[in-house]
């Protein structure tokens, strides 16, 4: 099988940390180019996970002239949507991080460059590729959960502020928790649901604990001078069918209820929550019953049937795509609305009103 040629743009965190380790251990593509406005950190990045011969630019726009098939976007937000357009219509395919853009504006930008230039383009979701992610997905579309018409999208953290990069920069990321890690909780909400239509948000937006010199925080403390994001927020949005969904976001909040990237489903046969280990509720035979799946795969004293990590997958499924030997999972026009959602939930926090869709 010939190796796939790849491109990375932005060789901080989430390239060293998600995408070039799991494109190595995936082993059928080969990067051969590395870009960022930082040159070491490109030099480095190439000399751990490129070809030997693998070019470096701090200009991503030299990188895309390249012979290349496919591109990665692993910027600071506020740049996704201009590089992931560019690349496009350089004729790449491309893998561009989370979340898809800071406003829905600049999200459909992309979506319509894809369609203009045939290539694909998907957004890096990769928790939709976990066990409990995948094997509720498929009760969803079985039926199992009937009409689902109330969600929860947990991404809470007790103290947990990313203190690297620019994590804290308004600026350049577009918000703080919400946009970071609510975004992979309310995809895989809207996913099970398989729900794209929006009809209105209401949201709130905290800046609570910012200016807190000693938080106990997991990566150390932060400087509220440079805090500059909410450190929570939440919303209440209501779909077009009547459906329901409540979203949680926060690095830092004085609760125990803690709970990353994961989603509660109410439905009309059965429910579903995945916050201690997958859960499936429900009533049969006129008693309450609860289902835990077990999802690992072993059986045996040496071997636990342990599967690819779901970052390894989302790249597999990348390449898949491009070779034309399957679909990709994470759509342009879901991940669009993801952005839609998160955008006016600003929005109506910022103008104190309910925002219609």
């Known amino acids: ?87 496009l219509r350089a004729d790449k395919h491309v893998m561009c991080e989370k979340p898809m853009a800071i406003n829905y504006t600049q999200a459909m930008e992309m979506v319509e460059a894809a369609k203009e230039t045939k290539k694909l383009l998907t957004i890096g979701y990769q928790n939709r590729y976990r066990a409990d992610s995948t094997y ?67 949201g709130s937006v905290y800046h609570k604990l910012n200016n807190e010199t000693l938080p106990a925080n997991a990566w150390g403390p932060w400087n509220p001078e440079e805090f500059t994001v909410e450190d ?21 909040l004085n609760t125990l209820d803690v709970h990353e990237a994961k989603t509660v489903l109410c439905g009309t046969k059965a429910g579903a929550d995945m916050l201690n280990g997958l859960t499936i509720n429900g009533s049969k035979h006129d008693r309450l019953y609860e289902l835990k799946p077990h999802l690992e795969a072993g059986g045996v004293d040496f071997y636990d049937g342990a599967t690819k990590s779901p970052e390894v997958i989302e790249q597999q499924t990348f390449f ?16 669009a609305v993801v952005t839609q959602i998160l955008d006016a939930i600003y929005q109506s926090a910022k103008e104190g009103r309910q925002i219609t869709l």
Request: charged letters at 25%; proline letters at 3%; hydrophobic letters at 40%.
């Open 136 to 202: 509720l997905k498929q009760e969803c579309e079985d039926g199992e959960l009937g009409d689902i018409y109330y969600a929860k999208a947990k991404a809470i953290r007790r103290r947990a502020v990313p203190t690297w990069g620019v994590f804290l920069n308004e600026e350049e990321q577009g918000g703080g928790p919400l946009i970071d890690i609510g975004t992979h909780a309310l995809d895989l909400t809207l996913w099970m649901m398989n729900n794209y239509k929006p009809k209105s948000v209401v």
């Open 232 to 252: 929570s927020a939440f919303g209440f949005i209501i779909m077009e069918d009547g459906a329901t969904i409540t979203l949680e976001a926060s690095w830092a």
């Open 1 to 87: 099988m010939k190796l796939l040629k790849l491109g990375i743009i932005g060789c901080g965190g989430i390239a060293n940390g998600k995408h070039l380790p799991a494109i190595k251990e995936e082993g059928s593509a080969q990067i051969v180019a590395f870009c960022d406005v930082i040159k070491e950190r490109a030099i480095e990045a190439a000399k751990k996970y490129g070809t030997e011969d693998a070019k470096v630019f701090t200009n991503y726009q030299d990188l895309i002239k390249l012979d290349l098939d496919a591109v990665y976007v692993c910027t600071p937000n506020r740049s996704h949507c201009q590089i992931t357009v560019d690349a």
């Open 320 to 335: 898949d795509a491009i070779r034309g030997k399957g679909k990709l999972v994470v759509l342009p026009e879901q991940a």
